[in-house]
């Protein structure tokens, strides 16, 4: 694979999300998550927005999950995620940015960003 960049390669600094942030994935968030992050946001602002750093695993039911500062959020769509399993099978971390969004008249989201499938 030949690869082109515009900048000079840094070092990836410890915490910082490996995988790429070009494609968003829904989180499927489990029971009282939503709450919890919603809660965690610190602010009552109508919308608000952060970034966070998680992890994914792939649990032995196939299912990807995400995990952020200790607890499991939730789960992505059963999809085979070729890239996620790629990643897997270099050895290198699973480590995403997680992104909580709280909008106004609408339910909490969560999503992490992931490198597409070709």
Known sequence: M????LCKPERRREGEPLLPTQYREDIDLLDGI???LDESLASR???KKVRRNGVLS?????VWS??????VLG????KPYKRLYEVMGAGLPLDVVVTVHRRPERELVAHVSIPPDA
């Not at 995400?66 to 607890?71: D, I, K, M």
């Not at 789960?75 to 059963?78: D, F, K, V």
């Open 75 to 78: 789960t992505l769509e059963r």
């Open 2 to 5: 030949d690869v082109w960049g």
């Open 34 to 36: 939503a709450s919890a």
């Open 66 to 71: 995400v995990s952020e500062g200790g607890r």
């Open 58 to 62: 792939l649990g032995s039911n196939g």
């Open 45 to 47: 602002a109508k919308e």
